[in-house]
């Protein structure tokens, strides 16, 4: 059982940063995740990490822009948020309890735990 707490979601003007935090406490994850769901839209992917974080995987659009990481020392997954676009305003959620090898696509189907989520608001 992975449970996942999420942090650091808020209010922010195009263009500026947040840096959103997951913790995760019980069995580790070998891929954690990050998805975001906008009002009136699917929940959608955002991106992925392995175990060592030698493997990432974002969407297209958010490359160049977010940055996933983690510190499994802390059990913590990190997305950092830059240029920020209204676009981007969604709740965030946290996944774990992914799959055991690391891949280029994924669906909420391939995780078993999420978080609460955090609320993303980019205000033009």
């Known amino acids: 059982q992975v449970q996942l707490v999420e942090s650091g979601g808020g209010l922010v003007q195009a263009g500026g940063s947040l840096r959103l935090s997951c913790a995760a406490s019980?069995?580790?994850?070998?891929?954690m995740g990050w998805f975001r769901q906008a009002p009136g839209k699917e929940r959608e992917f955002v991106a992925a990490?392995?175990?060592?974080?030698?493997?990432?995987y974002s969407a297209d659009s958010v490359k160049g822009r977010f940055t996933i990481s983690r510190n499994n020392a802390k059990n913590t997954v990190y997305l950092q948020m830059n240029s920020l676009k209204p676009e981007d305003t969604a709740v965030y959620y946290c996944a774990g309890n992914g799959p055991e090898t690391f891949r280029y696509y994924y669906t909420e189907a391939d995780f078993a735990s999420w978080g609460q989520g955090t609320q993303v608001t980019v205000s033009s």
């Open positions: 019980g069995r580790s994850s070998y891929v």
């Open positions: 990490i392995n175990w060592s974080g030698s493997h990432i």
